[in-house]
């Protein structure tokens, strides 16, 4: 199941990789999970929201970064949400996803 490889994947790409929590829809084909990952650079964890789910003949991921920015005042950012986006989408590639950019 892609959810499970996903988070094998996930965990094994850095000590402080770990699945947070993740939830589905009533018929359990619609799937969201957040992940985190502790950066040096930013000194803070980053989270990856990742959507699976079913699109016209097939399944559509989307991943999104957030959590990287600094100071309560100014969104400061080292480019870690960024960096975690890419790499689930690297993972979804070793998985045989296409990359779509929009």
């Known amino acids: ?6 988070t094998a994947l996930f ?5 402080s990789c770990i699945l947070v929590d993740e939830a589905r829809n009533a018929t359990r084909d619609t799937i969201l999970l957040v ?6 650079r ?6 990856a929201s990742v959507l699976i789910y ?7 991921v989307e991943v999104i970064g957030s959590g990287g ?5 100014f969104r400061f950012n080292w480019g870690s949400e ?9 993972i979804l590639l070793e998985l045989g996803f296409t990359e ?3």
């Open 69 to 73: 920015g600094q100071s309560v005042f």
């Open 35 to 40: 992940f985190e990952k502790y950066y040096m």
């Open 42 to 47: 930013v000194e803070n964890r980053v989270s």
């Open 1 to 6: 199941m892609l959810a499970n490889d996903l």
């Open 82 to 90: 960024i960096s975690i986006a890419r790499s689930m989408g690297k």
């Open 11 to 15: 965990r094994r790409s850095g000590i």
């Open 54 to 60: 079913p699109f016209k003949d097939g399944i559509k």
């Open 100 to 102: 779509v950019l929009y």
